[in-house]
């Protein structure tokens, strides 16, 4: 079965970091691009940042370009994304999801990031 686990949320001030982990189960990454994706109740998945296999590409979202880093470890089947200069509207509920670029629903519980002073 596969399985996606996020980790890593939490409450930040405005200025914050947070690292964000999401480890798969059920099948090996490492052929598979990742995408991280966040949603806000009421609101439209939002893409964040996408990986591709071998990590050799990234690419990120306008509103988090410079700010967040998308980054894999393949042997722990893990993907990353390390979140600085946090502001309040990056809150949300963040996602992992197999996909370049893509913005289907998350398949694990998410992990919520809340930015606020």
């Known amino acids: 079965e596969e399985r996606f686990m996020e980790s890593g949320g939490g409450l930040v001030e405005p200025g914050g970091s947070l690292t964000l982990s999401c480890v798969i189960s059920?099948?090996?990454?490492?052929?598979?691009?990742f995408t991280w994706i966040r949603q806000v109740p009421g609101k439209d998945r939002e893409w964040v940042s996408s990986?591709?296999?071998?990590?050799?590409?990234?690419l990120y979202a306008a509103s988090v370009n410079g700010r967040f880093t998308i980054s894999r470890d393949d042997a722990k089947n893990t993907v990353y994304l390390e979140l600085t200069n946090l502001k309040i509207e990056d809150t949300g509920r963040y996602y992992c999801?197999?996909?370049?670029?893509?913005?289907?629903?998350?398949r694990g519980q998410g992990t919520l990031v809340t930015v606020s002073s």
């Open positions: 059920g099948f090996n990454i490492g052929l598979y691009a």
């Open positions: 990986i591709n296999s071998g990590a050799s590409r990234t």
């Open positions: 999801i197999e996909g370049w670029r893509v913005t289907d629903p998350g």
